[in-house]
């Protein structure tokens, strides 16, 4: 039995229904197949701009705005639709009234279908924009985080490597007289050691394996003391402005690694104005509610300081923003190495940050770095290394490494300059030793990562061994969730690869100096 509804009723249903569709950015319509002629509903101008009385009701105005590159495939897959009956769905981009193209998805139901052509198709079009754009940063995130794994993994092991080249350096320098004429020879051989180094350093900030030793600064004399030597290096031709906010706030950051952000940034603008222009530092504090959050990938709500540079050069396209935080991306002929925006992006997101890239408001490009606000207090900078914290020492070390090389180098630093040594190659042999007894070691010395038995399992399960009271110290390529978890250990307890022998030296002298209780 049909029923029939009074006019009102009906009207008032469309006005919801109206409603609705407004709310979620959508633009219905009614298609009448035989005719060709499509009904819009108010969408069409609260979603794309268009007023009805410009809106033409034929097939023809619609697939118009369509963009060029998606009309061919949507014009088969609705044609399709409306000779067969089945349902039609397509996401394209549709052009607004202004010129701009939104991303949409569109579906649309048959009404009356029969075995043949559908009376009519009756569906609309949902801006799905913000959506895609979310799923664009989520697919280039996943894919930075990839990469950033392997990057990881390749300058770990790569560091064990620049140990011993560089730890065997020093030594042979130590040997060589001034006159000697392999000296220059092994200058240069520790020379490059130090500035592939570098290399993985930026690697390893990218990958967010990088130990950082966070404190609390002012990003605003992080700047100032940079100012001078960014002047030097920027060039003639190249303005620098700072405008730094007099009440900015203070973040929880490693002022080396912050330092390295603000350099990089302002390298990277002023390859960007090959005939010169202006670079502007500018911070200030920031807000981000809930809304303005979401517009970033993995960013929380809450207080933040924003750190922007601006430069007036010659800008990028989107497909070069796209890929402007990817290691060895780059687009100056091979003349950079593509790490430095990669480390900036490592360091950032690995002090709790995001950093986002546009366009300038004068053709060039607007980086925006935004790092959490803390209250506590600035802590003082540290003091320098005394000559005795690089001095030897008569106690007894275990060194446990997986690697030969950096095994066999650390053993000779330590036995040159008076300790005992005792080594093993990896955590179940170390702990096969230490379980017989013959000898107590004042100091565990291990490698982090290693095959079967992690530094931090062996630490762990040594220190359930009776009359164990030696210190720990780490070495390690980078920061691995593995010390993090173990807790009680801090940046205090870790030599980081690759090291010198003076490095070293003065990593062990501190972990044996201090308080047994630590």
């Not at 249903?13 to 298609?31: C, G, H, P, Q, S």
């Not at 649309?108 to 569906?123: D, E, I, K, S």
């Not at 690995?350 to 546009?358: A, R």
């Amino acid at each position: 039995m049909l029923q029939y509804y009074p006019e009102k009723a009906v009207q008032e249903a469309n006005e919801r229904f109206e409603r609705a569709a407004v709310a979620v950015a959508a633009a219905l319509y009614d298609l009448d197949v035989e005719r060709n002629r499509r009904a819009w509903s108010e969408g069409i101008t609260k979603v794309f701009g268009y007023p009805l009385e410009e809106v033409e009701p034929t097939y023809d105005w619609w697939l118009d705005r369509v963009h060029p590159d998606d009309r061919q495939r949507v014009d088969a897959t609705f044609s399709k639709a409306t000779g067969t009956g089945e349902p039609y769905e397509a996401e394209y981009r549709f052009r607004t009234r202004s010129g701009s193209y939104l991303d949409v998805l569109d579906r649309a139901l048959p009404v009356a279908a029969g075995p043949g052509r559908p009376a009519r198709l009756v569906g609309g079009m949902v801006d799905i924009t913000e959506r895609k754009q979310l799923e664009g940063r989520l697919r280039q995130s996943q894919k930075l985080e990839a990469v950033g794994r392997l990057a990881g993994g390749i300058a770990h092991d790569f560091n064990n490597l620049l140990t011993a080249i560089e730890g065997y350096s020093d030594l042979m320098l130590a040997e060589l007289g001034e006159a000697d004429r392999l000296r220059t020879d092994v200058e240069e051989i520790a020379k490059a050691a130090r500035r592939a180094a570098s290399l993985t350093t930026q690697l390893l900030a990218f990958s967010r394996r990088q130990m950082l030793q966070p404190k609390v600064v002012e990003p605003n004399v992080a700047v100032r003391d940079l100012e001078v030597m960014l002047r030097r290096l920027l060039g003639e031709d190249v303005e620098l402005v700072c405008a730094l906010d007099p009440e900015l706030g203070r973040v929880l950051a490693d002022p080396g690694q912050l330092a390295q952000v603000i350099v990089n940034l302002a390298l990277n603008a002023r390859d960007a104005m090959p005939d010169g222009g202006r670079i502007t530092i500018e911070t200030r504090n920031r807000e981000l509610d809930r809304a303005q959050a979401r517009g970033h990938e993995d960013v929380e709500p809450g207080s933040y300081v924003l750190l922007t540079v601006t430069d007036t050069g010659h800008g990028m396209d989107e497909e070069t923003r796209a890929h402007v935080f990817e290691p060895f991306f780059t687009t100056k002929d091979g003349k950079g190495t593509g790490l430095g925006l990669a480390t900036v992006y490592g360091i950032v997101k690995q002090s709790g940050g995001h950093v986002s890239v546009g366009a300038g408001p004068e053709r060039g490009s607007v980086f925006d770095v935004y790092l959490p606000r803390v209250d506590n207090p600035p802590e003082p900078r540290p003091r320098p290394h005394s000559a005795a914290e690089t001095s030897g020492g008569s106690e007894t070390v275990l060194v446990v490494e997986d690697d030969d090389t950096v095994r066999g180098l650390v053993c000779r630093v330590l036995e040159q300059h008076g300790y005992a040594v005792l080594e093993a190659c990896d955590g179940e042999a170390a702990l096969a030793l230490l379980e017989r007894g013959e000898t107590r070691p004042d100091l565990l010395l291990t490698d982090t990562v290693m095959p079967s038995m992690s530094g931090p399992e062996l630490a762990a399960k040594a220190a359930g061994l009776d009359r164990w009271d030696a210190r720990v110290l780490f070495m390690s390529g980078y920061a691995p969730e593995a010390l993090q978890r173990l807790g009680g250990f801090g940046s205090d307890a870790l030599v980081q690869k690759p090291f010198s022998p003076a490095d070293l030296l003065a990593a062990v002298r501190e972990a044996l100096d201090r308080p047994a209780s630590t």
